[in-house]
């Protein structure tokens, strides 16, 4: 782990957060969402329409035994951002492939959102997001272990949060901000983006990266409208399968 890197620690979080407000350059921003939406439109449809937002998956859709098939990431996705960036850091050093090799593209339009989740164990765990194009507040929700669901009567794998159920935790991922959630966090937590049109009750007591944020001024007035959102999602996949191993499993030679 790198100093530079520990001077970006969300403190008041479980092992770990890091939050690094000036990422990427604005120009960078505008250079990655045209990436995301070439116009006028992409080679290829790459946007999965999900009912609550778009999704685009790089290089692959993982298998059903969470396996990925081995190709390299679009150069678009590698640089500025893995290289020299997430290297210089030092961020993905400890995971298996030692850099990330999959990366999901999420777009929330105003009122979308995800439900509370979990990533699994498919990853190393440690999830690096760049966000572009508008703020978003993501909401951290403890796990629930057997023995509270059991005491509170509910089926122990259910996990998700009651709806209406409050956030213990909430990050605000700013433009062009890096958000980092690895170990304890990533293990024992479920996140989420609340469907909404805005995001309110925001301030020093209720985010816990405040102290780290670049804008602080412009969220003074405790909320803002939400506009497009898209995040870019950096994994580590552990199962990777070479593609000539794939293609004599399937038959071929
Ligand atoms: O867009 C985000 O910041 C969160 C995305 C997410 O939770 C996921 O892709 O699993």
């Not at 960078?28 to 609550?52: C, D, F, G, M």
């Amino acid at each position: 782990m790198t100093r530079n890197l520990e001077t970006a620690r969300i403190i008041s979080l479980p092992p770990d957060a890091f939050y690094i407000a000036d990422f990427i350059s604005e120009d960078e921003e505008k250079w990655l969402l045209q990436k995301v939406n070439p116009y006028p439109s992409a080679p290829i449809p790459r946007w999965t329409q999900l009912s609550h937002r778009r999704l685009q998956t790089w290089p692959s859709a993982l298998t059903k035994t969470n396996t990925l098939l081995d190709s390299p990431l679009p150069p678009w996705l590698i640089s500025p951002i893995i290289e020299p960036r997430f290297a210089a850091l030092g961020i993905f050093d400890n995971a298996p492939h030692g850099a990330p090799n999959h990366v999901l593209v999420n777009e929330y339009r105003p009122g979308q959102g995800i439900m509370p989740h979990e990533d699994g164990t498919a990853y190393y765990p440690l999830v690096a997001t760049v966000s572009l194009g508008a703020p978003i507040v993501l909401d951290l929700y403890a796990k629930k272990h057997r023995d509270q669901a059991a005491m509170e009567g509910s089926d122990d794998s259910d996990q998700v949060p009651d709806s209406g159920a409050k956030p213990q935790f909430r990050i605000l991922q700013e433009r062009r901000s890096l958000l980092i959630t690895r170990g304890l966090l990533y293990t024992e937590f479920l996140h989420g983006i609340a469907e909404s049109r805005t995001d309110e009750d925001l301030g020093p007591y209720s985010i816990c990266n405040w102290p780290l944020l670049r804008e602080r001024d412009s969220f003074h007035d405790g909320w803002y409208r939400r506009e497009t959102r898209t995040s870019l999602t950096y994994r580590d996949v552990a199962k990777v399968a070479k593609m000539g191993g794939t293609l004599k499993f399937m038959g071929g030679k």
